[in-house]
Structures are given as C-alpha cells and as structure tokens.
C-alpha cells in the first residue's frame, strides 16, 4: 500500500510569529502582569510568559523586542489600569471625603494585587526618565494621575478647598499608600497578630481621610 507523501509546509514569511488563537499584545501584557503576581520582575522570563499566554516566545519577542520591552508595557498597563478603575468615583460630584477614599483605596489595592508593583514603576518609569530613555511615558502617566487629583478637588463646586499645591498632594497620595501593603510586620505588631487585614485597610484608608481632610490640630471652639 502507497502513502502519499506530506506536502511540504512553505517557509513562514518573515514578520508576525505565528499566533495561538489569536493572541495579541494585549493578551501578552495581561500574561506578564499574572506572571508578576507570583514572580519578581528580575526572575521573570519570557519563556514562562510564553507559557503562560500559550505562544511561542518569538512572537512576544516580535511586538515587544525584549524582555524589557514587555516589562515597561506591563508597568504601563498596570498605572493606566488604576487610573481608569477609580476615574468615575474621583471625577464626579461625589463628596471630596468619598472620593479622595476611593482614590486611597484603589491605590492600595493595586498593590496588594500587584506586590511587585512600585518595582516595576521605579525601573520602567522613573529609571529610564533619569536615564534620558523614555520621558513620554513618565509623562504620560504623570499627567493622568495629576488630572485625576484635580479632578478629585475641585469637580464638585458646592465643596470648595482650600488653596493647595496639587502636586505635593499626588506626592504624598503615593507615599502614603506605598508602604502599608508591605508593612505586614509592622501591622501585626502594633495591632496584634489577629487584627483582620481587611479591616485594618478600612480603617486606614478613613484615617487618612479624615487626617487630609482636617488635620491633626483640634479644631478651636466657636466663639459665643
């Protein structure tokens, strides 16, 4: 019995690797940012994303020519990501309270989702702005939490504030949030070992609300 020969498979042409399914970028970065959730940035390979997104390595290679490539799209996603998730509780006329809770909120829990998070921003973001690199990006990001902060001021006219450097805001906004996901230790040991995480975020996302809102000093009596 006679078995036809296989046809010969025409060479791929050069470009686009061939895809699983039709994955794209997007799925790619999605891919990477689950990798990060269980690895550091500097462990991470593209092998293990490859993997993960179901493709050859090749093809994250073609639309992010590197490793590195795929960490600042990554970064990039994750910054965007927050901003566009708390945009419509911080741009509304919601009380300046409710939304500057929101803001803290989302803040953290970008972190507590993304442990690797402040990392990525360091080198990806602030690194390669210092380095001459990649300003637009630094940029970029940097405008859409500023708008957001803004926003978070001033968009409901019947709440007026006082007059602030909005930027100092953003600042401390980061800083303030930056560390309490990390600082498991050092919750245990003020607030015990059996302090409920969950309600600790609570209730430090409301202190600090009410601490931006009016202060440390005690207000002073009104006058008869």
Known sequence: MTTTPAKPRKPRAKGRPDAVDGVGPEALVQATIEELRHTTPQALTLAAVAQRA????????????????LLTAAT???VEGEHDTVRPSVQSHAPLGDKLAARLRGMIELIEANPHFHRLVLDQIYQKSAEGKDNALLNRV????????????????Q??????????????LIGLTEFFTAAGPLLSELFGEDADPAEL???????LTDLMLHGLAEPSANPD
């Open 201 to 207: 975020k609570t209730r430090y996302v409301n202190f």
């Open 142 to 157: 940097t405008s859409r939490g500023m708008q957001l902060t803004v926003s978070m001021l001033h968009d409901n006219p």
């Open 54 to 69: 179901g493709v050859h390595p090749a093809l994250i290679r073609y639309y992010f020519g590197s490793k590195d490539g």
């Open 159 to 172: 709440t007026p504030v006082r007059a602030i450097d909005p930027r100092f805001l953003h600042i401390a």
């Open 76 to 78: 990039q996603q994750l």
